[in-house]
């Protein structure tokens, strides 16, 4: 099962330049705040589907359920 880290760590990875604050008190569901330039004029289900398939297969598995917020530097 991936930890609160390891899915910070992969989001970071994956959308450069973002920094993602992730918990995840029981190890399957995770709460995530990140922040991306990339995020910038697109919407918000957009923003969201760009984080939600850096897990693509794992979610509804091993990661139960991930709940978002997603933002634009200020």
């Known amino acids: 099962m991936p930890s609160a880290d390891e899915l910070k760590q992969r989001i970071e990875a994956a959308l450069p330049g973002s920094t993602a604050e992730v918990s995840g008190p029981d190890g399957v569901h995770f709460e995530a705040v990140v922040t991306s330039?990339?995020?910038?004029?697109?919407?918000?289900?957009?923003?969201?589907?760009?984080?939600?398939?850096?897990?693509?297969?794992?979610?509804?598995?091993?990661?139960h359920a991930l709940s978002l917020?997603?933002?634009t530097p200020s």
């Open 37 to 63: 330039a990339a995020f910038a004029g697109r919407s918000r289900i957009e923003q969201h589907r760009m984080v939600m398939d850096i897990f693509a297969g794992q979610l509804g598995g091993e990661i």
């Open 69 to 71: 917020k997603t933002k």
